[in-house]
RNA sequence: GUGGCUGUAGCUCAGUCGGUUAGAGCAUCGGAUUGUGGUUCCGAGGGUCGCGGGUUCGAAUCCCGUCAGCCACCCCA
Protein backbone atom coordinates (compact mmCIF):
# COMPACT_ATOMS: atom_id res chain seq x y z
CA UNK A 1 0.00 0.00 0.00
CA UNK A 2 0.98 3.36 -1.06
CA UNK A 3 1.65 6.28 2.05
CA UNK A 4 1.35 8.85 -0.31
CA UNK A 5 -0.19 10.49 -3.72
CA UNK A 6 2.28 10.09 -6.66
CA UNK A 7 4.50 12.93 -6.62
CA UNK A 8 3.35 15.94 -8.38
CA UNK A 9 -0.31 15.22 -7.60
CA UNK A 10 -2.49 16.27 -4.45
CA UNK A 11 -4.69 15.00 -1.64
CA UNK A 12 -7.43 17.54 -1.27
CA UNK A 13 -8.89 17.00 2.60
CA UNK A 14 -11.80 18.73 3.17
CA UNK A 15 -10.47 22.05 4.18
CA UNK A 16 -8.40 21.64 0.69
CA UNK A 17 -10.99 20.98 -1.19
CA UNK A 18 -12.86 23.81 0.67
CA UNK A 19 -10.37 25.80 -1.00
CA UNK A 20 -10.89 24.66 -4.37
CA UNK A 21 -14.30 24.95 -4.41
CA UNK A 22 -14.19 28.51 -3.30
CA UNK A 23 -11.66 29.01 -6.55
CA UNK A 24 -14.05 27.02 -8.57
CA UNK A 25 -17.27 29.30 -7.88
CA UNK A 26 -15.55 32.51 -8.17
CA UNK A 27 -14.69 30.75 -12.20
CA UNK A 28 -18.06 29.65 -12.58
CA UNK A 29 -19.65 33.23 -11.30
CA UNK A 30 -17.80 35.64 -13.33
CA UNK A 31 -17.92 33.63 -16.21
CA UNK A 32 -21.48 33.53 -16.14
CA UNK A 33 -21.75 37.40 -15.47
CA UNK A 34 -19.58 37.42 -18.62
CA UNK A 35 -22.32 35.74 -20.67
CA UNK A 36 -19.55 33.05 -20.90
CA UNK A 37 -21.26 28.96 -20.68
CA UNK A 38 -19.70 26.18 -19.72
CA UNK A 39 -18.19 22.51 -21.24
CA UNK A 40 -16.06 19.92 -21.11
CA UNK A 41 -14.01 17.49 -22.97
CA UNK A 42 -12.40 13.91 -22.24
CA UNK A 43 -9.70 13.96 -19.86
CA UNK A 44 -7.80 11.33 -21.77
CA UNK A 45 -7.24 12.19 -25.75
CA UNK A 46 -5.63 10.41 -28.58
CA UNK A 47 -1.63 11.16 -28.07
CA UNK A 48 -1.83 12.74 -32.03
CA UNK A 49 -4.03 15.05 -30.41
CA UNK A 50 -1.08 17.00 -29.42
CA UNK A 51 1.91 15.87 -30.98
CA UNK A 52 -0.08 17.00 -34.37
CA UNK A 53 0.35 20.74 -33.17
CA UNK A 54 3.52 20.57 -31.03
CA UNK A 55 5.95 17.94 -32.61
CA UNK A 56 6.98 14.41 -30.87
CA UNK A 57 9.40 16.30 -28.36
CA UNK A 58 7.00 17.06 -26.52
CA UNK A 59 5.99 13.54 -25.84
CA UNK A 60 8.74 13.92 -23.15
CA UNK A 61 6.24 15.98 -21.00
CA UNK A 62 2.89 14.51 -21.96
CA UNK A 63 1.06 12.09 -19.33
CA UNK A 64 0.89 9.34 -22.32
CA UNK A 65 0.99 5.79 -22.44
CA UNK A 66 -0.23 2.80 -24.70
CA UNK A 67 -3.89 1.54 -23.79
CA UNK A 68 -5.12 -2.41 -23.81
CA UNK A 69 -6.40 -1.42 -26.80
CA UNK A 70 -2.78 -0.52 -28.51
CA UNK A 71 -4.00 3.36 -29.30
CA UNK A 72 -0.94 5.64 -27.99
CA UNK A 73 -3.31 8.04 -25.42
CA UNK A 74 -2.12 10.48 -23.14
CA UNK A 75 -3.59 12.64 -20.48
CA UNK A 76 -4.57 16.17 -21.74
CA UNK A 77 -1.82 18.71 -20.77
CA UNK A 78 -4.24 21.41 -21.98
CA UNK A 79 -7.43 21.82 -23.34
CA UNK A 80 -7.06 24.16 -26.42
CA UNK A 81 -6.67 21.73 -29.18
CA UNK A 82 -10.13 19.65 -27.79
CA UNK A 83 -12.12 23.25 -27.39
CA UNK A 84 -10.39 23.74 -30.96
CA UNK A 85 -12.05 20.34 -32.14
CA UNK A 86 -15.06 20.58 -30.43
CA UNK A 87 -15.84 23.93 -32.21
CA UNK A 88 -14.18 23.20 -35.68
CA UNK A 89 -16.61 19.80 -35.58
CA UNK A 90 -19.68 22.47 -35.11
CA UNK A 91 -18.28 25.46 -36.51
CA UNK A 92 -20.49 26.64 -39.03
CA UNK A 93 -23.81 25.80 -36.57
CA UNK A 94 -22.42 27.58 -33.87
CA UNK A 95 -23.64 30.61 -33.33
CA UNK A 96 -20.74 33.48 -33.33
CA UNK A 97 -19.07 34.50 -30.86
CA UNK A 98 -18.90 31.56 -29.29
CA UNK A 99 -18.32 32.33 -25.49
CA UNK A 100 -17.33 29.18 -23.49
CA UNK A 101 -15.40 28.39 -20.46
CA UNK A 102 -14.28 24.97 -19.19
CA UNK A 103 -12.44 23.92 -15.92
CA UNK A 104 -10.22 21.05 -17.19
CA UNK A 105 -8.20 18.61 -14.59
CA UNK A 106 -4.94 18.93 -16.52
CA UNK A 107 -1.48 16.74 -16.15
CA UNK A 108 1.65 16.95 -17.32
CA UNK A 109 4.54 14.37 -16.86
CA UNK A 110 7.80 16.57 -15.67
CA UNK A 111 9.40 17.11 -12.58
CA UNK A 112 7.28 19.07 -9.86
CA UNK A 113 8.08 22.08 -8.03
CA UNK A 114 6.23 24.71 -6.63
CA UNK A 115 3.32 26.05 -8.65
CA UNK A 116 3.70 23.57 -10.91
CA UNK A 117 2.75 20.10 -10.48
CA UNK A 118 2.18 16.92 -12.70
CA UNK A 119 -1.78 17.86 -11.93
CA UNK A 120 -3.58 20.86 -12.19
CA UNK A 121 -7.20 22.68 -12.67
CA UNK A 122 -6.92 25.55 -15.14
CA UNK A 123 -9.81 27.63 -15.74
CA UNK A 124 -9.71 28.16 -19.54
CA UNK A 125 -12.37 30.82 -21.06
CA UNK A 126 -11.99 31.14 -24.81
CA UNK A 127 -13.67 33.30 -27.53
CA UNK A 128 -14.02 32.31 -31.06
CA UNK A 129 -15.45 34.19 -33.97
CA UNK A 130 -14.33 38.15 -33.54
CA UNK A 131 -11.54 39.78 -34.76
CA UNK A 132 -12.24 42.68 -33.12
CA UNK A 133 -9.69 43.99 -29.95
CA UNK A 134 -13.03 44.61 -28.29
CA UNK A 135 -12.59 40.89 -27.59
CA UNK A 136 -9.29 40.90 -25.95
CA UNK A 137 -10.28 43.42 -23.72
CA UNK A 138 -13.74 42.12 -22.84
CA UNK A 139 -11.23 38.66 -22.07
CA UNK A 140 -8.87 40.24 -19.71
CA UNK A 141 -11.68 41.97 -17.79
CA UNK A 142 -12.98 38.30 -17.24
CA UNK A 143 -9.60 37.10 -15.70
CA UNK A 144 -9.28 40.76 -13.62
CA UNK A 145 -12.78 40.60 -12.43
CA UNK A 146 -11.94 36.75 -11.18
CA UNK A 147 -9.38 38.75 -8.86
CA UNK A 148 -11.67 40.95 -7.99
CA UNK A 149 -14.02 38.19 -6.80
CA UNK A 150 -11.42 36.60 -4.80
CA UNK A 151 -10.60 39.77 -2.65
CA UNK A 152 -7.48 40.65 -4.75
CA UNK A 153 -6.70 43.92 -5.99
CA UNK A 154 -4.47 45.82 -8.36
CA UNK A 155 -2.14 46.43 -5.79
CA UNK A 156 -1.81 42.75 -5.66
CA UNK A 157 -1.87 41.49 -9.21
CA UNK A 158 -0.75 43.08 -12.40
CA UNK A 159 -2.02 42.50 -15.82
CA UNK A 160 1.33 42.91 -18.38
CA UNK A 161 -0.25 42.94 -21.86
CA UNK A 162 1.68 43.51 -25.47
CA UNK A 163 1.22 42.59 -28.86
CA UNK A 164 3.02 40.59 -31.27
CA UNK A 165 2.17 42.31 -34.39
CA UNK A 166 3.24 45.55 -32.62
CA UNK A 167 6.21 43.92 -31.35
CA UNK A 168 6.74 42.93 -34.69
CA UNK A 169 6.45 46.22 -36.31
CA UNK A 170 9.09 47.99 -33.91
CA UNK A 171 11.22 45.42 -34.48
CA UNK A 172 11.35 45.77 -38.13
CA UNK A 173 11.24 49.70 -38.13
CA UNK A 174 14.26 49.15 -36.22
CA UNK A 175 15.92 46.81 -38.89
CA UNK A 176 15.60 43.33 -37.10
CA UNK A 177 15.31 40.96 -40.04
CA UNK A 178 13.26 38.58 -40.10
CA UNK A 179 15.57 35.87 -39.72
CA UNK A 180 16.71 37.61 -36.47
CA UNK A 181 13.04 37.75 -34.90
CA UNK A 182 12.61 34.38 -33.56
CA UNK A 183 16.32 34.98 -31.34
CA UNK A 184 14.78 38.36 -30.56
CA UNK A 185 11.60 36.49 -29.12
CA UNK A 186 13.32 34.29 -27.17
CA UNK A 187 15.65 36.93 -25.52
CA UNK A 188 12.77 39.17 -25.28
CA UNK A 189 10.00 36.60 -23.10
CA UNK A 190 12.92 35.63 -20.84
CA UNK A 191 14.58 39.34 -20.14
CA UNK A 192 13.66 39.42 -16.39
CA UNK A 193 14.78 35.76 -16.25
CA UNK A 194 18.34 35.89 -17.34
CA UNK A 195 21.30 37.97 -16.50
CA UNK A 196 21.80 40.50 -18.47
CA UNK A 197 24.86 39.46 -20.39
CA UNK A 198 23.23 36.49 -21.19
CA UNK A 199 20.86 38.46 -23.05
CA UNK A 200 23.42 40.33 -24.73
CA UNK A 201 25.20 37.62 -25.91
CA UNK A 202 22.29 35.95 -27.46
CA UNK A 203 21.54 39.01 -29.43
CA UNK A 204 24.72 39.68 -30.92
CA UNK A 205 25.27 36.21 -31.39
CA UNK A 206 21.71 36.45 -33.86
CA UNK A 207 23.52 39.20 -35.92
CA UNK A 208 22.37 42.70 -33.88
CA UNK A 209 25.26 45.50 -33.40
CA UNK A 210 25.74 46.47 -30.35
CA UNK A 211 23.36 49.49 -30.23
CA UNK A 212 20.41 47.72 -31.67
CA UNK A 213 20.84 45.03 -28.82
CA UNK A 214 20.99 47.86 -26.29
CA UNK A 215 17.82 49.54 -28.24
CA UNK A 216 15.59 46.44 -28.14
CA UNK A 217 17.17 45.53 -24.54
CA UNK A 218 15.58 48.85 -23.44
CA UNK A 219 12.27 48.80 -25.08
CA UNK A 220 11.65 45.21 -23.76
CA UNK A 221 11.91 46.17 -20.17
CA UNK A 222 9.91 48.65 -19.40
CA UNK A 223 9.11 51.31 -21.77
CA UNK A 224 5.45 52.61 -21.44
CA UNK A 225 2.59 52.71 -24.19
CA UNK A 226 2.94 56.86 -24.76
CA UNK A 227 6.45 56.51 -25.05
CA UNK A 228 6.63 53.73 -27.61
CA UNK A 229 3.75 55.39 -29.19
CA UNK A 230 5.79 58.69 -29.76
CA UNK A 231 8.80 57.18 -30.91
CA UNK A 232 6.80 55.03 -33.80
CA UNK A 233 3.45 55.80 -33.81
CA UNK A 234 3.75 56.97 -37.32
CA UNK A 235 6.17 54.28 -38.36
CA UNK A 236 4.82 52.69 -41.31
CA UNK A 237 5.21 48.88 -40.07
CA UNK A 238 4.17 49.90 -36.57
CA UNK A 239 1.00 52.41 -36.85
CA UNK A 240 -1.50 49.75 -37.60
CA UNK A 241 -1.04 48.09 -34.28
CA UNK A 242 -0.16 50.81 -32.37
CA UNK A 243 -3.74 52.60 -33.40
CA UNK A 244 -5.23 49.23 -32.95
CA UNK A 245 -2.95 48.80 -29.20
CA UNK A 246 -4.28 52.10 -28.55
CA UNK A 247 -7.94 51.36 -28.87
CA UNK A 248 -7.57 48.25 -26.82
CA UNK A 249 -6.33 49.95 -23.84
CA UNK A 250 -9.12 52.45 -24.30
CA UNK A 251 -11.62 49.67 -24.33
CA UNK A 252 -9.87 48.17 -21.00
CA UNK A 253 -10.62 51.62 -19.51
CA UNK A 254 -13.62 51.44 -19.99
CA UNK A 255 -14.36 48.26 -18.77
CA UNK A 256 -12.97 49.05 -15.30
CA UNK A 257 -9.29 47.40 -15.83
CA UNK A 258 -7.34 50.43 -17.03
CA UNK A 259 -5.55 50.65 -13.12
CA UNK A 260 -4.37 46.81 -13.49
CA UNK A 261 -3.35 46.68 -16.99
CA UNK A 262 0.72 47.81 -18.08
CA UNK A 263 2.26 47.42 -21.34
CA UNK A 264 5.16 44.74 -21.48
CA UNK A 265 6.92 43.64 -24.47
CA UNK A 266 8.65 41.32 -22.71
CA UNK A 267 5.42 39.28 -22.58
CA UNK A 268 5.52 37.00 -25.69
CA UNK A 269 3.83 33.95 -24.24
CA UNK A 270 6.67 31.33 -25.22
CA UNK A 271 6.94 30.74 -28.86
CA UNK A 272 3.85 28.99 -29.70
CA UNK A 273 0.38 29.75 -31.23
CA UNK A 274 -0.29 33.57 -30.37
CA UNK A 275 -0.55 36.14 -33.06
CA UNK A 276 -1.83 39.08 -31.78
CA UNK A 277 -2.68 40.78 -28.33
CA UNK A 278 -0.95 38.46 -25.41
CA UNK A 279 -1.68 39.19 -21.56
CA UNK A 280 -0.42 37.70 -18.17
CA UNK A 281 -1.84 38.20 -14.56
CA UNK A 282 1.12 38.17 -12.06
CA UNK A 283 1.09 39.01 -8.39
CA UNK A 284 2.28 42.42 -7.98
CA UNK A 285 5.82 41.49 -6.02
CA UNK A 286 6.90 38.97 -8.50
CA UNK A 287 7.52 36.06 -6.87
CA UNK A 288 5.57 33.51 -8.10
CA UNK A 289 4.43 32.38 -11.12
CA UNK A 290 2.35 34.09 -13.53
CA UNK A 291 -1.14 33.03 -12.42
CA UNK A 292 -2.98 33.64 -16.08
CA UNK A 293 -1.96 33.59 -19.64
CA UNK A 294 -3.75 34.14 -22.93
CA UNK A 295 -3.73 35.69 -26.14
CA UNK A 296 -5.14 35.50 -29.77
CA UNK A 297 -4.67 33.02 -31.32
CA UNK A 298 -6.48 33.74 -34.97
CA UNK A 299 -4.68 30.99 -36.95
CA UNK A 300 -5.07 27.75 -34.46
CA UNK A 301 -8.69 26.57 -35.07
CA UNK A 302 -7.83 26.41 -38.69
CA UNK A 303 -4.57 24.16 -38.53
CA UNK A 304 -6.31 21.97 -35.43
CA UNK A 305 -10.38 22.25 -35.85
CA UNK A 306 -10.35 23.34 -39.35
CA UNK A 307 -12.56 25.86 -39.35
CA UNK A 308 -11.01 29.37 -40.26
CA UNK A 309 -12.38 31.92 -37.07
CA UNK A 310 -10.08 34.68 -35.16
CA UNK A 311 -9.93 33.36 -31.52
CA UNK A 312 -8.40 33.79 -28.05
CA UNK A 313 -8.14 32.55 -25.04
CA UNK A 314 -7.01 32.50 -21.59
CA UNK A 315 -5.65 29.71 -18.95
CA UNK A 316 -5.64 30.34 -15.37
CA UNK A 317 -4.40 27.45 -13.28
CA UNK A 318 -5.41 27.02 -9.81
CA UNK A 319 -2.16 26.27 -7.65
CA UNK A 320 -0.18 29.32 -8.23
CA UNK A 321 -3.53 31.42 -7.78
CA UNK A 322 -4.23 29.27 -4.58
CA UNK A 323 -0.29 30.17 -3.15
CA UNK A 324 -1.30 34.16 -3.82
CA UNK A 325 -4.27 33.59 -1.67
CA UNK A 326 -2.45 31.82 0.91
CA UNK A 327 0.00 34.41 0.90
CA UNK A 328 -2.78 37.33 1.20
CA UNK A 329 -4.34 35.34 3.72
CA UNK A 330 -7.68 35.68 1.47
CA UNK A 331 -9.12 32.26 1.88
CA UNK A 332 -12.68 32.95 3.86
CA UNK A 333 -13.11 30.33 6.78
CA UNK A 334 -14.73 27.62 6.09
CA UNK A 335 -15.91 25.74 8.82
CA UNK A 336 -17.84 28.75 10.13
CA UNK A 337 -21.43 28.44 9.89
CA UNK A 338 -20.96 24.88 8.00
CA UNK A 339 -23.64 23.81 9.96
CA UNK A 340 -27.21 25.51 11.23
CA UNK A 341 -27.57 23.54 14.28
CA UNK A 342 -26.22 21.35 16.71
CA UNK A 343 -28.12 18.92 18.88
CA UNK A 344 -26.87 18.77 22.23
CA UNK A 345 -27.94 17.54 25.66
CA UNK A 346 -28.93 20.25 27.82
CA UNK A 347 -31.17 20.68 30.91
CA UNK A 348 -34.14 17.66 30.97
CA UNK A 349 -32.21 15.95 28.62
CA UNK A 350 -32.45 12.76 30.50
CA UNK A 351 -35.72 13.09 30.69
CA UNK A 352 -36.17 12.76 27.17
CA UNK A 353 -35.15 10.13 24.60
CA UNK A 354 -32.21 10.00 22.66
CA UNK A 355 -34.86 8.83 20.18
CA UNK A 356 -36.69 12.35 20.76
CA UNK A 357 -32.99 14.05 19.49
CA UNK A 358 -32.66 11.87 16.67
CA UNK A 359 -36.66 12.74 15.48
CA UNK A 360 -35.81 16.59 16.01
CA UNK A 361 -32.59 16.10 14.08
CA UNK A 362 -35.20 14.91 11.43
CA UNK A 363 -37.69 17.35 11.43
CA UNK A 364 -35.15 19.79 11.50
CA UNK A 365 -33.58 18.28 8.30
CA UNK A 366 -36.94 18.37 6.66
CA UNK A 367 -37.01 21.98 6.78
CA UNK A 368 -34.17 22.38 5.07
CA UNK A 369 -31.35 22.99 7.92
CA UNK A 370 -27.93 21.25 8.39
CA UNK A 371 -28.11 19.48 11.55
CA UNK A 372 -25.34 17.37 13.48
CA UNK A 373 -26.01 15.74 16.81
CA UNK A 374 -23.55 13.29 18.80
CA UNK A 375 -23.56 9.60 17.08
CA UNK A 376 -22.92 7.73 20.65
CA UNK A 377 -25.82 7.56 22.29
CA UNK A 378 -23.89 7.11 25.63
CA UNK A 379 -21.64 10.28 25.20
CA UNK A 380 -25.02 12.36 24.38
CA UNK A 381 -26.32 11.41 28.22
CA UNK A 382 -22.75 11.49 29.74
CA UNK A 383 -20.58 13.76 28.07
CA UNK A 384 -21.01 17.39 30.08
CA UNK A 385 -23.08 19.68 28.26
CA UNK A 386 -19.91 21.86 28.03
CA UNK A 387 -17.90 20.00 26.07
CA UNK A 388 -20.84 19.47 23.83
CA UNK A 389 -21.04 23.26 22.76
CA UNK A 390 -17.65 23.39 22.93
CA UNK A 391 -17.34 20.40 20.27
CA UNK A 392 -20.34 21.84 18.69
CA UNK A 393 -19.03 24.99 18.08
CA UNK A 394 -15.79 23.71 16.57
CA UNK A 395 -17.52 21.69 14.06
CA UNK A 396 -19.09 25.29 12.60
CA UNK A 397 -22.05 24.93 13.95
CA UNK A 398 -24.12 28.83 14.02
CA UNK A 399 -26.29 27.47 17.16
CA UNK A 400 -26.44 24.33 19.55
CA UNK A 401 -30.33 22.96 20.15
CA UNK A 402 -31.78 21.32 23.29
CA UNK A 403 -34.83 20.49 24.77
CA UNK A 404 -35.55 22.54 28.04
CA UNK A 405 -36.35 21.69 31.16
CA UNK A 406 -39.81 22.73 30.53
CA UNK A 407 -40.43 20.73 27.55
CA UNK A 408 -39.43 23.73 25.46
CA UNK A 409 -37.35 23.30 22.10
CA UNK A 410 -34.51 26.34 22.38
CA UNK A 411 -31.78 27.28 20.03
CA UNK A 412 -28.91 28.88 21.36
CA UNK A 413 -26.55 31.04 19.47
CA UNK A 414 -23.28 30.47 19.19
CA UNK A 415 -22.13 32.87 17.05
CA UNK A 416 -20.84 36.49 18.52
CA UNK A 417 -19.47 36.77 22.46
CA UNK A 418 -20.28 33.79 25.26
CA UNK A 419 -21.75 35.68 27.49
CA UNK A 420 -25.46 36.74 27.37
CA UNK A 421 -25.90 34.26 23.90
CA UNK A 422 -28.83 34.77 22.41
CA UNK A 423 -31.60 32.09 22.50
CA UNK A 424 -35.03 31.32 21.26
CA UNK A 425 -37.65 29.02 22.44
CA UNK A 426 -40.40 27.10 20.23
CA UNK A 427 -42.83 24.43 21.26
CA UNK A 428 -41.66 21.23 21.55
CA UNK A 429 -44.06 19.16 19.91
CA UNK A 430 -44.27 21.48 17.21
CA UNK A 431 -40.67 21.50 16.15
CA UNK A 432 -40.50 17.49 16.36
CA UNK A 433 -43.89 17.53 14.03
CA UNK A 434 -42.04 19.70 11.67
CA UNK A 435 -44.49 22.48 11.78
CA UNK A 436 -44.00 24.87 9.56
CA UNK A 437 -44.09 28.22 10.86
CA UNK A 438 -42.06 26.96 13.46
CA UNK A 439 -39.59 25.77 10.89
CA UNK A 440 -39.63 29.12 9.64
CA UNK A 441 -39.67 30.95 13.06
CA UNK A 442 -36.05 29.64 13.55
CA UNK A 443 -35.00 30.01 10.29
CA UNK A 444 -35.80 34.30 10.64
CA UNK A 445 -34.24 33.97 13.86
CA UNK A 446 -30.89 31.97 12.73
CA UNK A 447 -30.32 34.43 9.83
CA UNK A 448 -30.95 37.21 12.62
CA UNK A 449 -28.17 35.58 14.38
CA UNK A 450 -26.03 35.80 11.53
CA UNK A 451 -26.48 38.95 10.31
CA UNK A 452 -25.75 40.67 13.50
C1' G B 1 16.56 14.83 -17.83
C1' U B 2 20.96 17.88 -14.94
C1' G B 3 22.89 20.17 -10.43
C1' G B 4 22.46 22.07 -5.14
C1' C B 5 19.90 21.88 -0.31
C1' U B 6 16.61 19.29 3.10
C1' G B 7 14.02 14.67 5.25
C1' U B 8 12.58 13.20 13.43
C1' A B 9 4.59 12.62 15.74
C1' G B 10 -0.99 15.23 11.67
C1' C B 11 1.83 20.48 11.90
C1' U B 12 6.27 23.51 13.69
C1' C B 13 10.64 21.88 15.56
C1' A B 14 14.43 20.07 19.88
C1' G B 15 17.62 15.92 20.30
C1' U B 16 24.98 17.64 23.23
C1' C B 17 31.28 14.30 21.25
C1' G B 18 27.82 8.19 18.40
C1' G B 19 25.48 5.87 24.31
C1' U B 20 20.95 2.34 26.46
C1' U B 21 13.31 3.46 27.02
C1' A B 22 13.63 9.72 20.94
C1' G B 23 11.17 14.77 23.45
C1' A B 24 8.30 19.72 23.46
C1' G B 25 4.51 23.04 21.70
C1' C B 26 0.22 23.09 18.67
C1' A B 27 -3.61 19.82 16.88
C1' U B 28 -6.67 15.30 18.00
C1' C B 29 -9.26 12.25 21.70
C1' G B 30 -10.95 11.45 26.93
C1' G B 31 -11.88 13.63 31.72
C1' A B 32 -12.42 17.73 35.70
C1' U B 33 -18.77 14.64 40.93
C1' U B 34 -25.90 16.01 35.45
C1' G B 35 -23.40 19.86 33.56
C1' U B 36 -24.43 25.69 29.34
C1' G B 37 -19.50 27.58 24.61
C1' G B 38 -13.40 29.75 22.93
C1' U B 39 -9.65 30.52 29.03
C1' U B 40 -7.61 26.79 32.74
C1' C B 41 -6.17 21.97 34.81
C1' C B 42 -5.39 16.49 34.42
C1' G B 43 -4.75 12.43 31.22
C1' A B 44 -4.37 9.47 26.58
C1' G B 45 -3.28 8.06 21.71
C1' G B 46 0.06 9.01 17.94
C1' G B 47 7.24 7.46 15.59
C1' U B 48 10.26 1.43 11.45
C1' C B 49 13.90 9.09 13.18
C1' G B 50 11.83 8.84 4.60
C1' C B 51 13.59 3.82 2.87
C1' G B 52 17.75 0.23 2.12
C1' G B 53 22.62 -1.06 3.08
C1' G B 54 27.46 -0.15 5.53
C1' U B 55 30.98 1.27 9.75
C1' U B 56 30.64 0.37 15.17
C1' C B 57 30.04 -3.14 21.27
C1' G B 58 26.24 0.59 20.17
C1' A B 59 23.50 4.95 14.75
C1' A B 60 18.15 9.85 14.60
C1' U B 61 23.54 11.20 14.81
C1' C B 62 29.05 8.95 10.61
C1' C B 63 29.44 6.79 5.20
C1' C B 64 27.08 4.99 0.51
C1' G B 65 22.78 4.24 -2.31
C1' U B 66 17.72 5.22 -3.10
C1' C B 67 13.01 7.77 -2.76
C1' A B 68 10.50 12.26 -1.75
C1' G B 69 10.25 17.62 -1.10
C1' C B 70 12.33 22.49 -2.05
C1' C B 71 15.49 25.63 -5.25
C1' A B 72 17.99 26.57 -9.92
C1' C B 73 18.43 24.77 -15.07
C1' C B 74 15.38 22.51 -19.23
C1' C B 75 10.38 23.40 -20.53
C1' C B 76 6.14 26.10 -20.22
C1' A B 77 0.61 24.21 -23.72
Not at 35 to 61: H, M, N, W
Not at 316 to 335: N, Q
Not at 387 to 393: E, I
Request: proline fraction near 3%; include cysteine.
Amino acid sequence: MSSSALPGFRDFYPDELARRTHVFRAWRAVAHKYAFVEYDGPPLEPLDLYTKKSGDEIVGQLYAFTDKGGREVSLRPEMTPTFARMVGAKASALRKPVRWFAIPQLFRYERAQRGRLREHFQLNVDIVGEASEVADAELLAVAVDIMRELGLTHEDVRARVSDRRMLNGVLETLGVTEAQRGAVYAVVDKIARQPREVSVEKLAAAGLSTALVERVLGLASGTSFADLRREFGEAPAAREAIARFARYLEHCDALGIGAWVTLDLSIVRGLAYYTGIVFELFDAKGELRAICGGGRYDDLLKAIGGADLPSLGFGMGDVVLGELLTERKLWPDFTADAIDFHLVAGNGAIARPYADALKLATALRGAGFSVAHGLNEERYKSQATRNQVDGAKKAGASAVVYFREDGAVEAMSLLGKMTGAATHAVDAGAALSGDAPTMQDLRRWLHEQRSR
